[in-house]
């Protein structure tokens, strides 16, 4: 039987008649390989055959390209390996005087510079950073750059943060040799862009979709926050429109910078923001009449979890267990959350009492007071009689003096009197000063001709001074 299967298979290949009777097995299979180079003898000729035209085709580069098009052909194949397109510049910089590198997890500076100092010169060097910016304080990931004269060590660079370089360079004064640490800015180029977009399904969604970043979508709502409920306010059709600066370092995206101006339309009303100093001399948002858009108190001085007891005139102490006022609101959370300053003020008591456990009290502007009790410590910062910032970390979540487990009591007064809480309408924030009402209304008329597209946005760099504001 198994004889019938193979004979299928060889009957496939008989050859025709005229080679019937010469050796015809061994003939048959000659024909077919015979056959079978041929065809790819014909397409190999084919695909070789086909480059010659190419080769036509080059005019195309021959059409008038762009300035950036005819430079690129110009330019050797090296340049367009990837992602070595836009390092030209850097290879040129990067030379064996120059040394670009990242601090390793667990490098010392002093382990990083002896490749190429003695023991005593790494050590003068650290000590010349003391005073400006301490290397013991240096990061993994963080960029540095050597900068060697024949083999010497002359300069040094630490990107401290985003913001600030520490540079130390090698003087020498006859024979003597010094360090000189300072802090640089790091250079940024610096692009105002105008960011818009109506809302479908939420802001964070709208901000992607526009190819920005999160990040942006969070600033936004920080600015608008005392004034929309992001959470629950927002609804199809709100819409935003904003001007941010985004920075760059060569060539590429590093982060956004401020946000001189910010437009947010909910449920059809409009609410503007305009950046400017504040009397403090900080960067604040104020409306177009000048009023900050910052309220004077948080709506909550920590991230809690749920209201475990609210204000009360009369309530059942659960361990006096007497039923006595109770003005305050317990906010549960777990030990050890940080616990934030509700407003600015100064600190007028930081201690212990026996019902209150640990415990804070801050003096505010316009008669108000805030406690914070209960807590399981104190922020190292505080101080009694210093000043805290709205929304400073004074303290964290405990248990101590009276309570049944961790969460704040938290109270309110105004001209000595208690007040709820969550009915303390928080009055805003400090306005523009007075004096400085005109130059403000010239600076808002000015960011919003540059929201509106009335003025080009390149006028924003040249008004710019370095710290952002207009000169
Ligand atoms: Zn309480």
Redesign the pocket.
Known sequence: MKSAKNSDKRSRFRPPARFAGRGTVGASYLIAAAGLILIVIVFFMEIVGREPARQEEAPVAAVPATQEESAQAELPEAYFQPGTEDTAGEDEEESPNLIRGEIAPGDTAGALLQQWLSPAATNAVVEAAKSVWPLSRIRAGRPYAVTLDQGDLTRFEYEADDNNRLVIVREIEGSAIRWKASLEKIEYDIRLVRVESSIESSLFESMLLLGESPALAVRLADIFAWEINFIRDLQPGDSFRLLVEKRYRDGEFKGYGAIPVAEFINRNKKFEAFRFKDSFGNNAFFTAAGESLKRAFLKAPLAFTRIS?RFSSARLHPILDIVRA?P???YAAPTGTPVKAIGGGVVTFRGFGRGAGNYVVLKHAGGYESMY??LSGFARSLKQGGRVRQGEVIGFVGSTGY?TGP?L?FRMKKNGRFLNPEKVLSPRDEAVPKAKLTAFGVERDRMRALLNGDVSLDEYASAQGQDGTAQ
């Open positions: 007891s109770h305050a609101v317990d009790m209960h309570a969460h009591d």
